[in-house]
Protein backbone atom coordinates (compact mmCIF):
# COMPACT_ATOMS: atom_id res chain seq x y z
CA UNK A 1 0.00 0.00 0.00
CA UNK A 2 1.70 3.53 -0.81
CA UNK A 3 0.37 7.02 0.82
CA UNK A 4 1.10 10.08 -0.24
CA UNK A 5 3.29 11.54 2.16
CA UNK A 6 3.12 15.68 2.60
CA UNK A 7 7.10 15.65 3.80
CA UNK A 8 8.68 14.16 1.01
CA UNK A 9 5.77 15.48 -1.37
CA UNK A 10 6.04 11.41 -3.02
CA UNK A 11 4.05 8.21 -2.92
CA UNK A 12 5.15 6.16 0.35
CA UNK A 13 4.48 2.48 0.70
CA UNK A 14 3.23 1.80 4.06
CA UNK A 15 5.79 0.10 6.27
CA UNK A 16 4.88 -1.67 9.67
CA UNK A 17 7.32 -3.44 12.68
CA UNK A 18 8.01 -7.48 12.65
CA UNK A 19 5.21 -8.44 13.96
CA UNK A 20 2.88 -6.10 11.04
CA UNK A 21 1.42 -3.39 13.51
CA UNK A 22 1.41 0.03 11.98
CA UNK A 23 1.27 2.59 14.17
CA UNK A 24 -1.48 5.88 13.24
CA UNK A 25 -2.15 9.05 14.95
CA UNK A 26 -4.13 11.53 14.08
CA UNK A 27 -5.59 14.34 15.15
CA UNK A 28 -8.46 14.35 16.78
CA UNK A 29 -11.35 17.12 18.21
CA UNK A 30 -11.15 19.50 20.61
CA UNK A 31 -13.97 19.19 22.57
CA UNK A 32 -15.52 22.04 23.19
CA UNK A 33 -18.37 21.81 20.48
CA UNK A 34 -20.04 19.67 18.26
CA UNK A 35 -17.91 18.37 15.35
CA UNK A 36 -19.06 19.95 12.02
CA UNK A 37 -18.87 18.22 8.79
CA UNK A 38 -15.48 19.58 8.04
CA UNK A 39 -14.38 17.50 11.00
CA UNK A 40 -16.34 14.41 10.61
CA UNK A 41 -14.91 14.03 6.92
CA UNK A 42 -11.36 14.20 8.13
CA UNK A 43 -11.64 11.89 11.17
CA UNK A 44 -13.61 9.44 8.49
CA UNK A 45 -11.17 9.13 6.03
CA UNK A 46 -9.15 7.97 8.74
CA UNK A 47 -11.11 5.11 9.61
CA UNK A 48 -11.35 4.37 5.81
CA UNK A 49 -7.33 4.24 6.41
CA UNK A 50 -7.37 1.89 9.18
CA UNK A 51 -10.08 -0.16 7.64
CA UNK A 52 -8.36 -0.65 4.46
CA UNK A 53 -4.88 -1.11 6.53
CA UNK A 54 -6.47 -4.25 8.18
CA UNK A 55 -8.02 -5.43 5.29
CA UNK A 56 -4.11 -5.34 3.26
CA UNK A 57 -3.29 -7.69 6.54
CA UNK A 58 -1.67 -4.80 8.56
CA UNK A 59 -2.44 -4.37 12.49
CA UNK A 60 -2.50 -1.01 12.72
CA UNK A 61 -3.03 0.50 16.42
CA UNK A 62 -4.51 3.41 15.86
CA UNK A 63 -3.98 6.80 18.23
CA UNK A 64 -7.30 9.43 18.32
CA UNK A 65 -6.05 12.59 21.13
CA UNK A 66 -8.91 14.64 22.69
CA UNK A 67 -7.45 17.96 22.81
CA UNK A 68 -9.40 19.12 26.34
CA UNK A 69 -7.23 21.87 27.20
CA UNK A 70 -4.69 24.31 25.82
CA UNK A 71 -6.44 24.84 22.09
CA UNK A 72 -6.09 28.63 21.76
CA UNK A 73 -8.95 30.48 19.63
CA UNK A 74 -5.94 31.52 17.23
CA UNK A 75 -4.88 28.08 16.49
CA UNK A 76 -1.20 29.76 17.97
CA UNK A 77 -0.54 31.01 21.31
CA UNK A 78 -3.14 33.99 21.32
CA UNK A 79 -6.75 34.77 22.29
CA UNK A 80 -8.21 32.54 24.87
CA UNK A 81 -8.56 28.82 25.47
CA UNK A 82 -11.45 27.51 23.08
CA UNK A 83 -12.80 25.62 26.23
CA UNK A 84 -12.09 27.92 28.65
CA UNK A 85 -14.04 30.26 26.65
CA UNK A 86 -16.82 27.97 25.84
CA UNK A 87 -17.23 27.37 29.92
CA UNK A 88 -17.97 30.63 30.46
CA UNK A 89 -20.21 31.12 28.12
CA UNK A 90 -22.41 28.52 29.61
CA UNK A 91 -21.78 28.58 33.10
CA UNK A 92 -20.05 25.86 33.25
CA UNK A 93 -16.21 24.40 34.31
CA UNK A 94 -13.79 23.97 31.69
CA UNK A 95 -14.15 20.04 33.01
CA UNK A 96 -17.68 20.17 32.69
CA UNK A 97 -17.96 20.99 29.33
CA UNK A 98 -14.83 18.40 28.10
CA UNK A 99 -16.68 16.14 29.63
CA UNK A 100 -20.14 16.49 27.76
CA UNK A 101 -18.36 17.22 23.95
CA UNK A 102 -15.98 14.15 24.95
CA UNK A 103 -19.53 12.19 25.76
CA UNK A 104 -20.71 12.60 22.64
CA UNK A 105 -17.91 12.07 20.46
CA UNK A 106 -17.54 8.69 21.53
CA UNK A 107 -21.35 8.57 21.34
CA UNK A 108 -20.80 9.64 17.68
CA UNK A 109 -18.60 7.45 16.65
CA UNK A 110 -20.27 4.61 17.40
CA UNK A 111 -23.71 6.26 15.43
CA UNK A 112 -21.15 6.64 12.44
CA UNK A 113 -19.93 2.80 13.05
CA UNK A 114 -16.08 3.90 13.40
CA UNK A 115 -13.57 1.45 13.66
CA UNK A 116 -13.02 2.25 17.82
CA UNK A 117 -9.64 3.81 17.89
CA UNK A 118 -6.86 1.54 20.09
CA UNK A 119 -6.52 4.99 22.31
CA UNK A 120 -8.98 8.24 22.85
CA UNK A 121 -6.49 9.86 25.32
CA UNK A 122 -6.91 13.15 26.64
CA UNK A 123 -4.34 16.30 26.59
CA UNK A 124 -5.16 16.93 30.83
CA UNK A 125 -4.64 13.35 31.44
CA UNK A 126 -1.00 13.59 30.31
CA UNK A 127 0.43 16.42 31.51
CA UNK A 128 3.34 14.47 32.91
CA UNK A 129 4.16 13.30 29.46
CA UNK A 130 4.17 16.91 28.48
CA UNK A 131 6.28 18.37 31.18
CA UNK A 132 9.15 15.74 30.48
CA UNK A 133 9.10 16.58 26.88
CA UNK A 134 9.69 20.12 27.57
CA UNK A 135 12.03 19.37 30.07
CA UNK A 136 14.03 17.11 27.54
CA UNK A 137 13.47 20.43 25.36
CA UNK A 138 15.45 22.37 27.91
CA UNK A 139 18.20 20.17 28.03
CA UNK A 140 18.98 20.64 24.53
CA UNK A 141 18.71 24.01 24.83
CA UNK A 142 15.78 24.67 22.49
CA UNK A 143 13.29 26.74 25.18
CA UNK A 144 13.21 29.92 26.90
CA UNK A 145 10.81 31.64 29.84
CA UNK A 146 9.45 34.84 28.99
CA UNK A 147 6.47 36.39 31.32
CA UNK A 148 3.65 34.13 29.75
CA UNK A 149 5.43 31.06 29.68
CA UNK A 150 7.51 28.65 28.04
CA UNK A 151 8.29 29.06 24.31
CA UNK A 152 10.07 26.91 21.45
CA UNK A 153 13.34 28.74 19.85
CA UNK A 154 12.22 27.87 15.97
CA UNK A 155 15.38 29.05 15.01
CA UNK A 156 17.46 26.55 16.90
CA UNK A 157 15.74 23.52 14.81
CA UNK A 158 17.80 24.07 11.30
CA UNK A 159 15.24 22.64 9.04
CA UNK A 160 12.11 24.51 11.19
CA UNK A 161 9.06 24.39 8.60
CA UNK A 162 9.83 21.83 6.19
CA UNK A 163 6.66 20.02 6.25
CA UNK A 164 5.19 23.10 5.52
CA UNK A 165 8.07 24.34 3.61
CA UNK A 166 7.78 27.83 5.88
CA UNK A 167 9.60 30.60 3.95
CA UNK A 168 10.75 31.78 7.65
CA UNK A 169 12.00 34.75 6.52
CA UNK A 170 8.58 35.70 5.01
CA UNK A 171 6.77 34.81 8.39
CA UNK A 172 8.66 36.97 10.06
CA UNK A 173 7.87 39.95 8.09
CA UNK A 174 4.56 39.05 7.59
CA UNK A 175 4.05 38.76 11.45
CA UNK A 176 0.99 40.71 13.41
CA UNK A 177 2.86 43.95 14.44
CA UNK A 178 1.37 43.35 18.25
CA UNK A 179 2.77 39.63 18.61
CA UNK A 180 4.19 38.73 21.92
CA UNK A 181 7.14 40.99 21.90
CA UNK A 182 9.54 38.98 24.47
CA UNK A 183 9.24 36.21 21.64
CA UNK A 184 12.57 36.12 19.84
CA UNK A 185 10.94 34.35 16.65
CA UNK A 186 7.41 34.94 15.34
CA UNK A 187 7.09 31.56 14.64
CA UNK A 188 7.93 30.51 18.16
CA UNK A 189 5.21 28.59 19.75
CA UNK A 190 4.41 28.43 23.20
CA UNK A 191 5.30 24.60 25.14
CA UNK A 192 3.90 25.84 28.37
CA UNK A 193 1.49 28.81 29.16
CA UNK A 194 1.55 30.23 32.55
CA UNK A 195 -1.74 31.19 34.76
CA UNK A 196 -1.26 35.06 35.25
CA UNK A 197 -0.74 35.68 38.80
CA UNK A 198 -4.13 37.27 39.57
CA UNK A 199 -6.20 34.38 37.67
CA UNK A 200 -7.31 30.83 38.62
CA UNK A 201 -7.90 28.59 35.75
CA UNK A 202 -10.20 25.53 35.83
CA UNK A 203 -7.38 23.28 33.99
CA UNK A 204 -4.08 24.24 35.72
CA UNK A 205 -1.33 22.40 36.95
CA UNK A 206 2.13 22.95 38.94
CA UNK A 207 5.12 22.44 36.47
CA UNK A 208 8.90 23.51 36.88
CA UNK A 209 7.79 26.54 35.42
CA UNK A 210 5.18 27.34 37.64
CA UNK A 211 1.55 26.71 37.47
CA UNK A 212 0.00 26.86 33.84
CA UNK A 213 -1.17 24.81 31.08
CA UNK A 214 0.17 22.91 28.08
CA UNK A 215 0.50 24.50 24.85
CA UNK A 216 -1.79 22.66 21.95
CA UNK A 217 0.82 21.33 19.98
CA UNK A 218 3.10 19.36 22.81
CA UNK A 219 -0.09 16.86 23.75
CA UNK A 220 0.52 15.36 19.96
CA UNK A 221 3.81 15.24 20.54
CA UNK A 222 4.16 13.58 24.05
CA UNK A 223 1.16 11.12 23.66
CA UNK A 224 2.17 10.09 19.78
CA UNK A 225 5.33 8.86 21.54
CA UNK A 226 3.95 7.84 24.73
CA UNK A 227 1.38 5.40 23.18
CA UNK A 228 3.25 4.14 19.70
CA UNK A 229 7.31 5.45 20.31
CA UNK A 230 8.95 7.27 17.64
CA UNK A 231 8.97 7.57 14.62
CA UNK A 232 5.62 6.31 14.11
CA UNK A 233 4.24 4.44 10.71
CA UNK A 234 1.63 7.33 9.80
CA UNK A 235 0.98 10.80 11.06
CA UNK A 236 -2.64 11.94 9.88
CA UNK A 237 -4.75 15.40 10.08
CA UNK A 238 -6.17 17.88 8.49
CA UNK A 239 -3.77 20.23 5.84
CA UNK A 240 -5.04 23.45 7.97
CA UNK A 241 -2.45 21.28 10.21
CA UNK A 242 0.59 21.14 8.39
CA UNK A 243 1.89 25.41 8.28
CA UNK A 244 1.41 25.63 12.62
CA UNK A 245 -0.09 22.41 14.32
CA UNK A 246 1.74 19.76 12.61
CA UNK A 247 4.80 21.76 11.77
CA UNK A 248 5.37 22.68 15.54
CA UNK A 249 4.83 19.05 16.58
CA UNK A 250 7.41 18.07 14.28
CA UNK A 251 9.64 20.69 15.58
CA UNK A 252 9.48 19.18 19.21
CA UNK A 253 9.37 15.69 18.58
CA UNK A 254 12.21 15.64 16.34
CA UNK A 255 14.61 18.31 18.57
CA UNK A 256 13.72 16.66 21.91
CA UNK A 257 14.71 12.78 20.39
CA UNK A 258 16.75 13.22 17.68
CA UNK A 259 14.43 11.22 15.29
CA UNK A 260 11.93 11.70 12.96
CA UNK A 261 8.09 11.70 14.09
CA UNK A 262 6.43 9.65 11.51
CA UNK A 263 7.69 8.31 8.34
CA UNK A 264 4.42 9.00 6.20
CA UNK A 265 2.68 12.53 6.65
CA UNK A 266 -1.12 12.34 5.69
CA UNK A 267 -3.41 15.57 5.13
CA UNK A 268 -7.07 15.62 4.47
CA UNK A 269 -8.20 18.07 2.33
CA UNK A 270 -10.76 20.86 3.16
CA UNK A 271 -14.58 20.46 1.93
CA UNK A 272 -16.43 23.18 0.98
CA UNK A 273 -20.76 23.07 1.50
CA UNK A 274 -22.50 23.98 -1.81
CA UNK A 275 -19.45 25.56 -3.27
CA UNK A 276 -18.95 27.73 -0.44
CA UNK A 277 -16.29 28.10 2.64
CA UNK A 278 -17.45 26.66 5.67
CA UNK A 279 -18.06 29.80 7.76
CA UNK A 280 -20.39 30.96 10.90
CA UNK A 281 -22.01 33.68 8.54
CA UNK A 282 -22.65 31.26 6.13
CA UNK A 283 -24.68 29.03 8.73
CA UNK A 284 -22.84 25.88 6.71
CA UNK A 285 -21.22 24.11 9.88
CA UNK A 286 -23.79 21.11 9.62
CA UNK A 287 -23.53 18.66 12.17
CA UNK A 288 -24.26 14.85 11.74
CA UNK A 289 -27.92 15.60 13.55
CA UNK A 290 -28.92 17.86 10.80
CA UNK A 291 -27.82 15.32 7.97
CA UNK A 292 -30.37 13.18 10.27
CA UNK A 293 -32.80 15.65 10.35
CA UNK A 294 -32.81 15.93 6.28
CA UNK A 295 -33.87 11.86 6.50
CA UNK A 296 -30.61 10.34 5.70
CA UNK A 297 -28.83 7.94 7.53
CA UNK A 298 -25.29 7.99 8.47
CA UNK A 299 -23.99 5.58 6.11
CA UNK A 300 -24.97 7.80 3.42
CA UNK A 301 -22.70 10.79 4.92
CA UNK A 302 -20.00 7.83 4.91
CA UNK A 303 -20.31 6.89 1.20
CA UNK A 304 -20.40 10.66 0.36
CA UNK A 305 -17.21 10.86 2.15
CA UNK A 306 -15.54 8.12 0.60
CA UNK A 307 -16.88 9.43 -2.99
CA UNK A 308 -14.02 11.86 -2.86
CA UNK A 309 -10.16 11.04 -2.24
CA UNK A 310 -9.02 12.61 1.18
CA UNK A 311 -6.34 14.69 -0.40
CA UNK A 312 -8.67 16.42 -2.83
CA UNK A 313 -10.90 19.56 -1.96
CA UNK A 314 -15.05 18.10 -1.84
CA UNK A 315 -17.56 19.86 -1.74
CA UNK A 316 -20.92 18.89 0.49
CA UNK A 317 -24.55 19.10 -1.02
CA UNK A 318 -27.65 17.47 -0.53
CA UNK A 319 -27.16 15.91 -4.14
CA UNK A 320 -23.92 14.46 -3.48
CA UNK A 321 -25.75 12.91 -1.22
CA UNK A 322 -28.65 11.77 -2.38
CA UNK A 323 -26.18 10.36 -5.37
CA UNK A 324 -24.73 8.11 -2.00
CA UNK A 325 -28.18 7.25 -1.01
CA UNK A 326 -28.37 5.69 -4.12
CA UNK A 327 -25.33 3.98 -4.01
CA UNK A 328 -25.95 2.94 -0.80
CA UNK A 329 -30.01 0.98 -1.92
CA UNK A 330 -27.91 -0.62 -4.92
CA UNK A 331 -25.39 -2.47 -1.86
CA UNK A 332 -28.38 -3.09 0.22
CA UNK A 333 -30.17 -4.80 -2.82
CA UNK A 334 -27.17 -6.82 -3.59
CA UNK A 335 -27.12 -7.45 0.18
CA UNK A 336 -30.81 -8.47 0.29
CA UNK A 337 -30.09 -11.15 -2.68
CA UNK A 338 -28.64 -13.48 -0.52
CA UNK A 339 -32.23 -14.19 0.95
CA UNK A 340 -33.75 -14.78 -2.57
CA UNK A 341 -31.10 -17.10 -4.32
CA UNK A 342 -33.24 -19.15 -7.55
CA UNK A 343 -32.69 -23.26 -7.20
CA UNK A 344 -29.33 -25.13 -8.48
CA UNK A 345 -26.90 -23.83 -11.24
CA UNK A 346 -23.13 -23.07 -11.42
CA UNK A 347 -21.49 -20.57 -9.02
CA UNK A 348 -18.10 -20.41 -10.66
CA UNK A 349 -18.49 -17.29 -12.76
CA UNK A 350 -20.31 -15.09 -10.61
CA UNK A 351 -17.84 -16.12 -7.50
CA UNK A 352 -15.34 -15.18 -9.37
CA UNK A 353 -16.53 -11.32 -10.81
CA UNK A 354 -17.47 -10.94 -6.44
CA UNK A 355 -13.75 -11.83 -5.77
CA UNK A 356 -11.99 -10.28 -8.58
CA UNK A 357 -14.05 -7.15 -7.30
CA UNK A 358 -12.83 -7.27 -4.06
CA UNK A 359 -9.39 -6.99 -5.55
CA UNK A 360 -10.25 -4.17 -7.40
CA UNK A 361 -11.61 -2.44 -4.50
CA UNK A 362 -7.90 -3.55 -2.83
CA UNK A 363 -5.26 -2.29 -5.47
CA UNK A 364 -7.77 0.85 -6.00
CA UNK A 365 -7.57 1.84 -1.95
CA UNK A 366 -3.70 1.00 -1.63
CA UNK A 367 -2.96 3.08 -4.63
CA UNK A 368 -3.18 6.70 -2.28
CA UNK A 369 -7.25 5.55 -0.89
CA UNK A 370 -8.12 6.08 -4.28
CA UNK A 371 -11.97 5.69 -2.62
CA UNK A 372 -14.06 6.85 -5.44
CA UNK A 373 -12.47 4.65 -7.83
CA UNK A 374 -12.83 1.32 -5.10
CA UNK A 375 -16.65 2.28 -4.89
CA UNK A 376 -16.93 2.20 -8.78
CA UNK A 377 -16.01 -0.97 -8.53
CA UNK A 378 -19.06 -1.59 -6.11
CA UNK A 379 -21.16 -0.10 -8.43
CA UNK A 380 -19.86 -2.11 -11.62
CA UNK A 381 -20.67 -5.26 -9.77
CA UNK A 382 -24.16 -4.19 -8.10
CA UNK A 383 -25.56 -2.60 -10.91
CA UNK A 384 -24.17 -5.78 -12.95
CA UNK A 385 -25.78 -8.31 -10.83
CA UNK A 386 -29.25 -6.80 -9.91
CA UNK A 387 -31.08 -8.25 -12.57
CA UNK A 388 -28.46 -11.49 -12.69
CA UNK A 389 -30.04 -14.56 -11.59
CA UNK A 390 -28.35 -16.13 -8.86
CA UNK A 391 -28.54 -19.96 -7.62
CA UNK A 392 -27.88 -21.31 -4.17
CA UNK A 393 -24.56 -21.93 -4.52
CA UNK A 394 -23.36 -18.34 -4.80
CA UNK A 395 -24.69 -18.13 -1.19
CA UNK A 396 -21.29 -18.31 0.63
CA UNK A 397 -19.21 -16.10 -2.13
CA UNK A 398 -21.95 -13.24 -1.70
CA UNK A 399 -21.85 -13.63 1.93
CA UNK A 400 -18.32 -13.19 1.79
CA UNK A 401 -18.12 -10.31 -0.24
CA UNK A 402 -20.70 -8.51 1.37
CA UNK A 403 -18.78 -8.96 5.11
CA UNK A 404 -15.52 -7.95 3.16
CA UNK A 405 -17.41 -4.97 1.87
CA UNK A 406 -18.88 -3.99 5.34
CA UNK A 407 -15.61 -4.62 6.74
CA UNK A 408 -13.75 -2.03 4.41
CA UNK A 409 -16.46 0.77 4.22
CA UNK A 410 -17.89 -0.04 7.42
CA UNK A 411 -21.91 0.05 5.79
CA UNK A 412 -23.47 -2.62 7.98
CA UNK A 413 -25.04 -4.50 5.29
CA UNK A 414 -24.77 -8.17 6.35
CA UNK A 415 -27.39 -6.44 8.96
CA UNK A 416 -30.09 -6.40 6.69
CA UNK A 417 -32.96 -8.58 7.58
CA UNK A 418 -34.81 -10.81 5.24
CA UNK A 419 -38.92 -9.73 4.81
CA UNK A 420 -40.91 -10.10 7.97
CA UNK A 421 -43.32 -12.43 7.43
CA UNK A 422 -46.13 -10.56 6.25
CA UNK A 423 -43.98 -9.23 3.93
CA UNK A 424 -43.05 -12.52 2.61
CA UNK A 425 -46.71 -13.65 2.11
CA UNK A 426 -47.79 -10.39 0.24
CA UNK A 427 -44.47 -11.08 -1.97
CA UNK A 428 -46.04 -14.44 -3.02
CA UNK A 429 -49.60 -13.46 -3.25
CA UNK A 430 -48.12 -10.95 -5.93
CA UNK A 431 -46.76 -13.88 -7.56
CA UNK A 432 -49.92 -15.97 -7.09
CA UNK A 433 -51.70 -12.84 -8.77
CA UNK A 434 -49.56 -12.28 -11.76
CA UNK A 435 -49.06 -16.46 -12.88
CA UNK A 436 -53.09 -16.23 -12.97
CA UNK A 437 -53.19 -12.72 -15.20
CA UNK A 438 -54.36 -10.61 -11.94
CA UNK A 439 -52.14 -7.33 -12.70
CA UNK A 440 -54.30 -5.26 -11.12
CA UNK A 441 -54.02 -6.95 -7.19
CA UNK A 442 -50.19 -7.65 -8.51
CA UNK A 443 -49.93 -3.64 -8.41
CA UNK A 444 -51.77 -3.07 -5.42
CA UNK A 445 -49.48 -5.99 -3.79
CA UNK A 446 -46.61 -3.84 -5.17
CA UNK A 447 -47.71 -0.33 -4.02
CA UNK A 448 -48.46 -1.84 -0.42
CA UNK A 449 -44.94 -3.52 -0.46
CA UNK A 450 -43.28 -0.16 -1.20
CA UNK A 451 -45.05 1.48 1.19
CA UNK A 452 -43.49 -0.93 3.88
CA UNK A 453 -40.02 0.05 2.48
CA UNK A 454 -39.67 -2.93 -0.02
CA UNK A 455 -39.31 -2.33 -3.69
CA UNK A 456 -40.02 -5.15 -6.10
CA UNK A 457 -38.52 -6.10 -9.58
CA UNK A 458 -40.06 -8.35 -11.85
CA UNK A 459 -37.75 -10.08 -14.01
CA UNK A 460 -37.94 -13.78 -16.32
CA UNK A 461 -37.05 -16.14 -13.31
CA UNK A 462 -39.50 -13.97 -10.97
CA UNK A 463 -39.64 -11.30 -8.56
CA UNK A 464 -36.68 -9.84 -6.24
CA UNK A 465 -37.17 -7.29 -3.39
CA UNK A 466 -34.81 -4.72 -2.49
CA UNK A 467 -35.26 -2.58 0.83
CA UNK A 468 -36.21 0.83 -0.44
ZN1 LIG B 1 -2.19 17.01 16.75
Redesign the pocket.
Known sequence: MKLRDTLSRQLQPVTADDSGVVSV????PTVYDYPHLGNWYAFLRWDLLIRTLRADGFKPVWVM?I?DVGHLVSDGDEGEDKLAKKARSERKTAYEVADFYTSYFLEALKRLNFTAPDHLPKASQHIEQQISLIEELEKKGFTYLIDDGVYYDTAKLADYGKLAKLDKEGVQAGARVEFNPQKRNATDFALWKLTPANQVRDMEWDSPWGKGFPG??L???AM?RHYLGQPINI?A?GID?IPV??TN?LAQSEAAYDRPLAKIWLHSDFITVNGEKMSKSLNNFYTLEDIEAKGYDLRVLRLAVFSVRYRSLADFNWDMMEAADRRLSRLQALSARRYQLQGAGEADVLASRLQTTLEEVGRELADDLNSPKALEKLDEVAQGLAAEKMPDAVKPHLEAFIREVDEIFGLKLSELADLRPEQRELLDKRAAAREVGDFNLGDRLREELSAGGIKVLDTDYGQIWRPS
Not at 25 to 28: A, L, P
Open positions: YSCGNTWHECSCHGHHHE
